[in-house]
């Protein structure tokens, strides 16, 4: 399921999606890019330290935010393929991340993670559009399994076993 | 992909809906059927099952250990068969032990009780003020028999995310609601609601390994990290954690076992006694 060839952007700002020749307009540059652009937002920096390189084996390209301000005003500015953020965090919380990557693409696959998981949490999660919802502690397999799975919702594909055989 | 758990003050009503819904949906409907692999495969009297589940616990009747064991039988049978996804269940009192898994629906129905008199008084050929009271008294029963075993009071509505009540709505108007709050995303599995399910499921098997030798059990499961919590007198408590881990520890998906013993103080009374 490829989506269209990317629009073009608006003020400098770059889209790009899987699998596909990804444009930066104002520079005019192109590139071919098999990479799955992951944002990854989490207030403790153990998290991003720890899960970057292991997404990175799954050939992802990660960018990491510790704070949630930093990480909207990228989403303003480039379309990531997956967004994974942390729900408890000061000022901004997980679920206004997600509204916010809602009202800017409907394509971009949201992870939810959280160290407080409970149905209720977990419910509004997925009905205001979350692809998953994990409860830390986990494994970076088991979010590799999530990526994996919301790449394959993309119309993209994952070698996850071999990342995964390559840990064990 | 979610499951729907129906209970309701009519066993009858009841296990109409849930097969309604499961033929609606093109869901697997599970219900009583199960206690028969139940009997066969742990050699234990499909009758005794039936009334380990039905009534309540009383002086002359099964011992809670026994009553204990056979619920924990069922128990895991039924968490194992709900690990497949898209079933309907009802009768197993699922409602009570599945709890915090959020693709699962829990819905009550409400019997009309002028119906179920009237039903009772045809079946057992008796007045309808008689049915009437045959009605109340089971309800009453059945909260007694759901605050006993599982510390839950199944007729508050708070427990469950739809209650339908048949004075109102007909049976298909019923089911017709279930398909269409199975629509919400809400109720779709995820990692965190399966993993949810699947922790429920391990700590039912090793509450099976468990509650033959060991009595009254709890357990909690975390992936493959498990703690007991039990009962022994101070000076048997070393020797009951060791032999608790060592039963748990061969359960097959179980990694760590974390044992709590609290002192018995009914035992430890009693002995005093003496």
Redesign the interface.
């Known amino acids: 399921m490829r989506g269209a060839p990317p629009e073009s952007g608006e003020g400098g700002r770059e889209r790009g999606w899987i699998g596909c020749m990804k444009t930066r307009n104002d520079s005019k540059e192109t590139e071919m890019s098999e990479e799955i652009n992951v944002l990854l937002l989490d207030d403790e920096p153990i998290v991003g330290k720890r899960l970057k390189p292991a997404l990175a084996k799954i050939g992802c390209q990660v960018e990491v935010f510790e704070e949630p301000a930093k990480a909207l005003e990228r989403l303003d500015e480039k379309e990531f393929d997956i967004v994974v953020t942390d729900i408890r965090m000061d000022e901004i919380d997980g679920m206004q991340v997600l509204d916010h990557v809602r009202k800017k693409s409907s394509r971009t696959k949201v992870i939810m993670i959280t160290g407080y998981?409970?149905?209720s949490l977990?419910?509004?999660a997925?009905?205001k559009?979350?692809f998953?919802?994990?409860?830390k502690p986990f494994q970076p397999n088991?979010l590799r399994?999530?990526i994996a799975k919301a790449a394959e919702a993309l119309g993209s594909s994952i070698d996850f076993e071999s990342a995964a055989g390559h840990d064990a | 992909m979610s499951i729907v758990v129906v209970s309701s003050d009519s066993r009858e009503k009841g296990r109409e809906i849930a097969a309604k819904a499961a033929e609606s949906l093109g869901y697997r409907y599970l219900g009583r059927e199960l206690l028969e692999t139940v009997a066969r495969r742990h050699d234990v009297p499909r009758e005794k099952l039936e009334e380990a589940l039905d009534e309540s616990p009383s002086l002359l009747g099964m011992s809670s250990k026994v009553r204990g064991r056979y619920l924990a039988l069922v128990q895991m049978a039924a968490l194992g068969e709900l690990l497949g996804d898209d079933v309907v269940c009802h009768g197993l009192a699922a409602h009570l032990y599945v709890l915090?898994?959020?693709h699962v629906l829990r819905m009550r129905i409400l019997a009309d009780p002028e119906e179920e008199a009237r039903r009772v008084a045809d079946e057992k050929q008796v007045s309808l003020e008689k049915a009437r009271k045959q009605v109340e008294r089971r309800k009453k029963s059945s909260r007694k028999w759901s605050l006993d075993n599982y510390r839950i009071d199944e007729s508050d509505p708070s427990h469950y995310d739809l209650v339908v009540s048949l004075s109102q709505l007909g049976a298909d108007e019923a089911v017709k609601i279930v398909v269409q709050t199975l629509g919400?995303?809400?109720?779709?599995p995820?990692?965190?609601?399966v993993?949810?399910l699947r922790d429920a499921e391990l700590a039912a098997r090793v509450r099976v390994a468990l509650v033959e030798s060991f009595g009254t059990v709890e357990v909690r499961a975390d992936g493959g990290r498990v703690v007991v919590e039990t009962h022994a007198l101070k000076r048997e408590k070393r020797k009951k954690a060791e032999n608790v881990k060592e039963v748990a520890g061969k359960v097959s998906g179980v990694d760590f076992v974390e044992v709590h013993v609290s002192t018995d103080v009914l035992r430890k009374a009693a002995e005093s006694f003496r």
């Open positions: 998981a409970m149905m977990a419910r509004e997925m009905e559009g979350a998953d919802f994990i409860a088991d399994r999530v | 915090g898994v959020s919400y995303r809400k109720f779709e995820m990692t965190y609601s993993k949810c």
